[in-house]
């Protein structure tokens, strides 16, 4: 499935160049995905479409008055408790990265929720960090962001073949 999706986001730079998905896995199978392999990444593409579509990623404009019904930021003082659930399915590993992008500002709390949603739509138990990083492309790709340089390289560069200084 991340082979599939991989490819999906290095061909389509920009989510609304992406064909709707039937016509997307009619181009999929003429590459020579795996049918099983081209469902299941529809099947998530879709869950992220619909987790992303009524998602915003900053504050609303204006006044709080102006804010949809139901929206609140998180405060600076907020934390978020993983279930066990998510634990389990996540890993350690992965769940230090989420937690790290975070940090540095660069996953605001409503996509890395969404980044939460996909990865615990995604086989793997533990969830594999590669495949987080994955995701987490996917979700900036779906809303149209593309990551500074560092994060980038951050989430593209195996971390395997690096040099200590």
């Known amino acids: ?3 599939v999706l991989v490819y999906v986001y290095e061909n389509y730079w920009q989510a609304d160049a992406c064909p709707e998905l039937p016509h997307l896995s009619r ?3 003429a590459v020579g995905f795996e ?15 619909i987790a992303a579509q009524n998602t915003r990623i900053g504050p609303p404009s204006g006044s709080a ?4 019904p139901g929206f609140r930021t998180q405060s600076a003082g907020s934390l978020r408790v993983y279930s066990v659930a998510e634990q389990e399915h996540l890993g350690a590993q992965t769940l230090g ?3 790290f992008l975070e940090s540095s500002g ?7 929720e969404i980044v939460i949603d996909r990865a615990m739509a995604s086989p793997g ?11 987490v492309l996917m979700v900036y790709w779906r809303f149209g ?21």
């Open 1 to 3: 499935m991340f082979e």
């Open 27 to 29: 181009k999929l199978t």
């Open 35 to 49: 049918a099983e392999e081209i469902q299941a990444a529809l099947a998530w593409l879709n869950g992220l479409n």
């Open 65 to 68: 008055a102006s804010a949809p």
């Open 97 to 99: 990265f989420v937690s």
């Open 106 to 112: 660069v996953l605001p709390p409503p996509m890395r």
């Open 125 to 135: 138990d533990p969830l594999a960090l590669d495949d987080l990083k994955i995701i």
């Open 145 to 165: 962001e593309e990551p500074d340089a560092l994060v980038l390289d951050e989430l593209c560069d195996d971390a395997e073949f690096r040099v200590a200084h």
